[in-house]
Nanobody, 131 residues
Framework: QVQLVELGGGSVQAGGPLRPPCAVS????????VGWYREAPGTEREGVAA???????DYGTSVKGRFTVSRDNAKNILYLQMNSLKPEDTGMYFC?????????????????????????WGQGTQVTVAS
C-alpha cells in the first residue's frame, strides 16, 4: 500500500502558475503509477495527468500544453506544474496511485481517462484561480 498527502494547493490570478506537491509513502514508490485528478462543484472527477516510474506521461485534454506532471523518486514527491491557469481550473485536486510496472503506459493512460482505475488517494487540496 501507499499513502498520499497533498502538501498544499493555493490561490492565484488567471494566467499565473502553481506547483502543488504530493508526498508518497509506504510501499516501493517505483512500483506505482501516480497521477492527479480534480473535481469542481457540480462536475465529475476528472483525470488531469499521470506518469509511471520511468517517466511515461499522459494528460487530460483540457490541460495539455499547460500542465506538467513529474516525480522525484529519491524524495518520493509527486508534482504538478500548472502554468497559464484559467478560472475553469479551479477545484479540489487529488493525487492518487495504482500498482503498475515501469514503462506501463497502458496504466498511465487508463488513469487519466478513468478516475476509477486509481486505488490509493490523497485527501485533496483546493486550487482557486481568480479571473
Amino acid at each position: 500500500q501507499v499513502q498520499l498527502v497533498e502538501l498544499g494547493g493555493g490561490s492565484v490570478q488567471a494566467g499565473g502558475p502553481l506547483r502543488p506537491p504530493c508526498a508518497v509513502s509506504g510501499d516501493t514508490y517505483r512500483s506505482y503509477c501516480v497521477g492527479w485528478y480534480r473535481e469542481a462543484p457540480g462536475t465529475e472527477r476528472e483525470g488531469v495527468a499521470a506518469l509511471d516510474s520511468d517517466g511515461s506521461t499522459d494528460y487530460g485534454t483540457s490541460v495539455k500544453g499547460r500542465f506538467t506532471v513529474s516525480r522525484d523518486n529519491a524524495k518520493n514527491i509527486l508534482y504538478l506544474q500548472m502554468n497559464s491557469l484559467k478560472p475553469e481550473d479551479t477545484g479540489m485536486y487529488f493525487c492518487a496511485a495504482d500498482k503498475c510496472n515501469p514503462s506501463d503506459y497502458d496504466v498511465v493512460h487508463a488513469m487519466v481517462v478513468n478516475p476509477n482505475v486509481a486505488t490509493y488517494w490523497g485527501q485533496g487540496t483546493q486550487v482557486t484561480v481568480a479571473s
